[in-house]
Every structure is written in C-alpha cells, then in structure tokens.
C-alpha cells in the first residue's frame, strides 16, 4: 500500500494512530492490510494534504457523514487545474525572462527613462503617485517586462499616433474620423499604463489624463515648444471619447 501510494510505511503507521485511515486488517502477527475503501480514502487523504489541509481537519472532512467522494474529486480537479494555470504561466514568465537575457533584449530602467534626465523622471513619477494615485510600479513592471524591440515598437505607435492626430485638428474633436485615431490612442495608453486587456475601462483616469494635456504643457510640447491649440483639441477629442466608454 505504501509503496503504490508513493509514501512511507512510517507514514501509513501515523495515520493509524490518528484514526485517519485505519486498515481493513490486523493479522494476528499485527500486518496491516488495506482494501479498495482505505486505497480511495488515503487518495482523498493526499489530495486534501497537496492542497495544504492540516491532518487534523482532513479527518474531520472525510468522516463527516455528508462527505461526498464525488463532489470532493470535482473540487480537487477544479483547485488543482488553477494551480496547473498558475505554474504555466509562471514558466512562461521564466521562460521569456531566458530569452530576454540570452538575447540581451531585457529593458533596463534605464532605458525605459531614454532622454529623461533621472531626477525628472523622479519627480514625474512621485507627482503622479501623489496627484492622481497612479499606480507607476505595475506599469513600470510591465514595460520592463517588455523586451527592447516591443518597447520601442510601442514608441513608435504613440509617435505615429500623435503625429495622425496633428494633422486632424482642422477636424471637430468628436468626428468619427478623430475619434477612430482617438480609439488607437487609448489602447497606446492602456498598454503604457499596464492595463491593456483590463476589464476595467478606467474612463475616469483617461479623462484625467485629457485635463492634463491643458493644464501641464510637458504632455503636449513639439520639439520641447508647447502646443496649447493640440492640447485643447487632444482634450476634447478625448473627454468625449471617455465619456462613450461609461
């Protein structure tokens, strides 16, 4: 028994004297033999212990008279294959971090902050944390996360975004041909932010983000000159686009 169940006969004698799982048994020279019914409950016994449930309370779980063998083995199944999910994407995450660091494709903080000098970015990111609650960790986390190729590819979705919405200002903000480009500015934001994919829509924050664009000329410069007409049009085009997705 103990060696087709994958554990000791120290074991087996243990929980004999718990009362957990007694033998079908005892042999006058004191051999202990189990049947098909101790087989399907020392199973029940090691599942409840692989989900981490003390013995103690594992005996309380199977002699309870309402105890279900069936609805017990749906539950394993059901907690096990959420352990199985989480281990698989823990190794996917292993296996991308391998990559990015045999390839040397792993973004550096610094490289994420190109062009900024450090104490700006500092101070952008405490002012965004104390201004607006931005959570600046989980999207730092998941730009790095990126590697150098996909982060420059975003870059330059943004850039080709901005400069696509330059050329539409003649265009009232809440056109649809504005709001189609507007629509590809949010997911560039969202992925930025980290939350691409987010069942939240965070209209509120993107809103936020639009008041910013004429409050803080930083958001809005051309070639370090500020653009205040493009910063009220992005504004508008913008809340509006916020507004649709409540």
Do not use: C
């Amino acid at each position: 028994m103990a060696a087709l169940a994958g554990v000791s006969v120290r074991t087996l004698h243990l929980y004999d004297q718990m009362g957990l799982l007694k033998p079908a048994i005892r042999t006058e020279k004191n051999y202990r033999l189990y049947g098909k019914a101790e087989a399907l409950r020392l199973q029940q016994i090691l599942f409840y212990k692989e989900l981490q449930v003390p013995l103690r309370e594992i005996a309380e779980i199977l002699d309870d008279p309402q105890f279900n063998p069936l609805s017990a083995l749906e539950l394993h199944k059901k907690e096990l294959q959420q352990q199985k999910d989480r281990l698989e994407t823990l190794l996917q995450t292993i296996d991308k971090t391998i990559n990015h660091l045999k390839n040397k494709t792993m973004l550096s903080t610094e490289e994420l902050y190109a062009g900024l000098p450090r104490e700006t970015a500092e101070a952008w990111q405490q002012e965004a944390k104390e201004k607006w609650g931005f959570d600046f960790e989980r999207s730092q986390n998941y730009l790095l996360n990126k590697s150098k190729p996909e982060f420059e590819s975003l870059k330059e979705q943004a850039k080709a975004n901005q400069i696509k919405l330059l050329s539409l200002m003649g265009e009232e903000p809440t056109s649809e041909q504005v709001q189609k480009v507007i629509a590809k500015h949010y997911l560039i934001i969202r992925e930025f932010w980290g939350t691409a994919g987010s069942p939240d829509k965070q209209a509120e924050a993107y809103a936020g983000l639009a008041d910013l664009y004429v409050t803080d000329e930083r958001y809005t410069s051309q070639q370090g000159q500020p653009n205040p007409a493009f910063a009220q049009f992005l504004n508008k085009a913008m809340k509006h686009y916020a507004k649709k997705l409540k």
